[in-house]
């Protein structure tokens, strides 16, 4: 799978994920994923927008991408540490 | 007779067994495999870490008198389900074949995940809670941190509500201004939707807990007391609460079906597990993206009852989960918060009432009788 070129290596699907929400969905992928390796995570959730690249730049990570699909926003997020 | 066997009689189980028992027992041999002859109302392991239990039969019973004697019980531990050859393998060397099976087989909890876990307490487990109550017991002053070690977790209020009744806790013991009490929250909130996030950071602030945004507890040092977060942040503590890291059932990860620390991978509407329309997962057990909760293991129970008994009698399946979870959240002093939730509605901004409380208390009081029956 990619996105803008860029190799995914697993996606999750966090749309209508209310509680826990997409980002403890994306932060338990990242804490299951190796070094080097990019996750994409689907959000309907409004509040994703600030935290997720919030949460991100504290953890370290990188924030590939942010883009605006039919319905919901895809994220891509590189684990870097 | 169709076979339907289901995998584990905790919540999710029990309510699918009763109702499948109750629509289609003269079509269906129902078997329920459970690894312990006890079932435990999790919920109640918050009021015994904090002594509003006392005695531990309160929140136990015995799974058989719960169960729809049409039901059959077998008391074994699962581990090996075998998919292709429809068919799954006991402890004991039985085996159980079948033309339904539901995988409601919850998660476990694996604290020695996390580095210098012995330094810490939990309320995941009966052994857990009663260790908790008695440290707490013995705490006069100091720091308490209450975090996350691993996420998923079950019941992602609970620590947060946990800080709230250790409020109440202390201020009953008349100590409340010896003790600081400190939520590390996983997220940039205290809560994962923003509108409950704002109520319960508000009702936080009120009581004087302090919370700590974007906290996910990586190791602790058991010598000198510090917790520290895979964000890079550090804190000391007198006593650490700690969620433990959770992963599914080992019979699941034994026999090749999870995912991401042993989830069964379902669809997020019809339940079933991959092309496998035979195989259903509920619950905890699933990666489903919906809280882990007794209350969608619930509605998810109720969905798949449906569905196999529709088919069975020459039906369409037709039973759709919707995501729908609710759940109360007691803030002490007998005031809660309620949301009602699911995969196309947001919770709403929710409100801190008396009303919600009792609506608690009903939920552990009918949970043996209207909910595991199915009733409700
Ligand atoms: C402190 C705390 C507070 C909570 N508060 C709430 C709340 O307020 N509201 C709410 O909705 N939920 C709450 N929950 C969560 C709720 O208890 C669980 O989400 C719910 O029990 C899940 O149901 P389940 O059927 O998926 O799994 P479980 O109820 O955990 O049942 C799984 C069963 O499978 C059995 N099993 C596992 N492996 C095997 C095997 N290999 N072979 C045979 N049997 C097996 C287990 O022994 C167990 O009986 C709370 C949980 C905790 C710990």
Known sequence: MSSGGIKIDKVVDARGSHCPGPLMELIKAIKNSEVGQVVAVYSTDSGSKTDIPLWVKKAGHELIGVYERDGYTEFVVKKTR | MKKIVILGGGTGGTVVANILARKISREAEITLVNNSPQHIYQPGFLYLALGEILDESKITREEEKLLDRKIRLVIDNAVKIDVQNRMVILSSGKQLEYDYLVISTGSRIVPEEVQGYEASYHFYSLDGARRLYEALERFREGVIAVG?????????????????????????????????????????????????????????????????????????????????????????????????????????????????????????????????????????????????SGAAAHFEAKIVADRISSEIMGDEPRAMYDGRVLCFCDAGFRKAIYMDFNYERPPKKPRFSYLWYLGKQMVNKFYWSLILKGIV
């Open chain 2, 148 to 292: 996350i070690g691993g996420i998923p977790y079950k019941c992602p209020p609970a620590p947060a509500e946990f800080c709230c009744l250790l409020d109440y806790y202390f201020t009953k013991r008349g100590i409340r201004n010896k003790v600081e009490i400190h939520y590390l929250s996983p997220l940039p909130r205290t809560f994962p939707h923003e509108a409950v996030a704002e109520a319960i950071t508000k009702m936080m602030e009120k009581k004087g807990i302090h919370w700590h945004p974007m906290f996910n507890i990586e190791s602790i040092d058991p010598e000198k007391k510090i917790v520290n977060s895979l964000e890079g942040e550090s804190l000391k503590f007198d006593l650490l609460v700690m969620v433990p890291p959770h992963r599914g059932a080992e019979v699941i990860e034994a026999s090749g079906l999870g995912v991401d620390g042993g989830w069964v991978p379902v669809d997020k509407h019809t339940l079933q597990y991959k092309d496998y329309s035979e195989v259903y997962a509920i619950g905890d057990a699933t990666n489903l993206p919906v809280s882990k």
